[in-house]
């Protein structure tokens, strides 16, 4: 007869997995930006200019400004000088020659017999003094410009590793049971012992 009982309980568990993934997130169109300068002409110009100077003609006919007035007389003042001192120093040289036969008489009167230099001139004797610069034009063009400016998106990747779940449900386990029943020593420890009758 079986007195043990002996049973023996697996582990139990549970496995659960959960693969990895790449996740892909598609980025939008590219954009761009776009600038753009006009273009522009910028013209410049300049008229005709004519200069007309009067200086010397308005000269000739003695009218000079402050300036010139003083300065002319000044020089005409000096050239009278040294022509008087002229004169003097050839009269003097004439009188010095008396010892020749020259009277101081016949000195003067040929002084007096000088006739004075006579020449024709027409007024104005100076023309206009004419210059001019010619017309200008100028002419500056930008064509201007047309920029792009592109934004470029790019897919992002993002990878999700995988999980692996690792659960125990039930421990394994031995168990003994004892299917007999107890033995007392001595016998009569038995609470159901029957004694022996006489």
């Known amino acids: 007869m079986q007195l043990l009982k002996i049973t023996n309980i697996p582990i139990e568990y549970n496995i659960s997995t959960e693969p990895g993934r790449l996740e892909l997130k598609q980025s939008q169109n590219p954009r761009q930006r776009m600038s ?19 200086t010397e003609l308005r000269a000739s006919l003695n009218q000079r400004n402050p300036s010139d007035f003083a300065e002319y007389y000044a020089n005409r003042g000096r050239q009278n000088s040294y022509q008087f001192i002229g004169d003097n120093v050839q009269m003097g040289n004439q009188m010095s020659q008396i010892q020749d036969g020259v009277t101081i008489s016949q000195i003067m009167r040929q002084k007096m017999l000088e006739s004075p230099d006579i020449y024709t001139t027409f007024l104005p004797s100076a023309p206009t003094d004419i210059s001019w610069q010619p ?14 400016d592109w934004e470029i998106m790019r ?9 692996f779940n690792f659960s125990i449900t039930q421990y394994p386990e031995v168990k003994v049971e004892y299917l007999g029943t107890p033995v007392y020593v001595p016998p009569s420890a038995d609470p159901n012992y029957e004694g022996e009758s006489a």
Do not use: A, C
């Open 36 to 54: 753009h300068d006009p273009s522009q002409m910028n013209i410049k110009s300049q008229n005709i200019q004519v200069r007309l100077d009067t």
């Open 135 to 148: 017309q200008e034009l100028n002419l500056d063009y930008d064509p201007g410009s047309l920029k792009f």
């Open 155 to 163: 897919n992002q990747m993002d990878y999700i590793p995988g999980k």
